[in-house]
């Protein structure tokens, strides 16, 4: 997706005050998931406006019983807003119950936030939505992401019941983990797949519980690329969307013992999505066990599933140690590499690139740590194997 690299310094801030405002992207909510997918959606790269019904947000109130994460993002979500008044020339009026709501916006800006401001109707305009402030003012947009009640929702869609996203416990045992967009460790070793973000039927529209704040960027990125692609939400490119949230370090596999300041935690994050290395899972959490031995049975199975010449390779190397040596050998036959020049190429960034604690030896069993590193650089199973929406390998 493309993202906002620069800023025109010589652009005049203009004020908006309109009967109808457009945005790509349209937020609705007051929790923790409204803030978070509405700053997704904005790094993304498109127009988004997050309606809250509270005041500005406040720092001194949200840091209680917030995580360290979370009370970080709220920080550089504040620092947004405030350089975004700052760029606003028009002073701003004190609000007045008695005089009708008057939205201010600014429209050289991706993000804008309007603040303790309910509204009266959600309904349906062409493809995207319409939702009412007052009588004669609305905001309209391509994508609509509610982590609010729903209630005005189901009216306009003329239904009785609607669920929020709801996440799984991570299990082998099916391949859904593969089209992970989030991992939920507030809820255990949990995943939500897109799929089940998305909603059967109800094109352009997320429904995402208020406070679940790590479901908020899978939906603002998900919101994002249908409204840059101008495309509808059910035909969401998933890789294309895992990508843009393993960009912004957002982790999508819940292991316990990899975190984002790991040298190697995207390799690790991909890897760990296409099942080629999976997790032990023990009392609801995940760990993937990153300086522990790779075997031979563990990735037999699942590199034969992602490659067919991988199958031929295994037959004839029957149960063979995974040292640095057989491993080269099975990425240059399964990807066509010279030999000689991946050994000299993975020598040289043993140490400096992949900051590997282990020296350079052909005859070392790998760890899992090493074996994932190398085989996303080298075989690139989750940039370049797509899956379908059960998770199923497509060859």
Avoid at 212 to 232: N, R, V, W
Wanted: proline letters at 4%; charged letters at 25%.
């Amino acid at each position: 997706m493309k993202r906002l690299c620069f800023v025109f310094a010589f652009i005049i801030p203009m004020v908006i005050h309109a009967q109808t405002l457009k945005t790509d992207v349209l937020v609705i909510g007051s929790g923790d998931a409204a803030y978070a997918a509405s700053f997704q959606s904005f790094k993304s790269g498109v127009k988004t406006i997050l309606l809250t019904q509270k005041e500005q947000l406040d720092l001194k109130k949200v840091s209680e019983g917030r995580s360290k994460t979370t009370l970080s993002f709220y920080q550089s979500f504040l620092k947004r807003e405030i350089e975004n008044a700052k760029s606003l020339r028009a002073p701003k009026p004190k609000p007045d119950k008695k005089k009708p709501v008057k939205v201010t916006v600014d429209s050289t800006q991706l993000l804008n936030v309007i603040n303790n401001t309910p509204y009266t109707e959600i309904k349906r305009s062409g493809s995207g939505w319409e939702v009412k402030l007052t009588k004669d003012k609305s905001i309209k947009a391509k994508i609509l992401v509610l982590a609010d009640k729903p209630d005005q929702l189901m009216t306009a869609l003329k239904i009785t019941n609607l669920n929020s996203a709801v996440s799984s416990p991570l299990n082998y045992n099916e391949n859904l983990y593969r089209t992970a967009v989030a991992s939920v460790y507030s809820k255990g070793a949990n995943f939500l797949s897109l799929y089940n973000l998305l909603i059967p039927n109800q094109e352009n529209l997320l429904y995402i519980p208020a406070d679940q704040f790590e479901i908020g960027p899978a939906a603002g990125a998900t919101a994002a690329y249908a409204a840059f692609f101008d495309t509808k939400t059910s035909i969401s490119n998933l890789k294309r969307i895992q990508g843009e949230l393993l960009s912004y370090k957002h982790t999508l596999m819940p292991f316990e013992d990899i975190k984002v300041i790991d040298s190697n935690w995207l390799a690790i994050q991909k890897i760990g999505i296409t099942g080629i290395l999976k997790a032990e899972i023990k009392q609801d959490k995940a760990y993937f066990n990153p300086e522990k031995e790779v075997t031979y049975d563990e990735i037999k199975q699942p590199i034969k599933d992602y490659y067919y010449k991988a199958q031929i390779w295994f037959d004839d190397h029957q149960n063979i140690q995974i040292n640095l040596e057989n491993t080269i050998g099975l990425i240059c036959y399964v990807g066509n590499k010279s030999v000689e020049a991946t050994k000299t190429e993975l020598q040289k960034k043993w140490n400096k690139n992949y900051k590997f604690a282990s020296k350079y030896d052909l005859k070392k069993v790998l760890t899992r740590r090493e074996f994932a590193v190398i085989i996303n650089e080298y075989l690139k199973p989750f940039d370049d194997v797509n899956v379908d929406k059960t998770g199923r390998v497509i060859r």
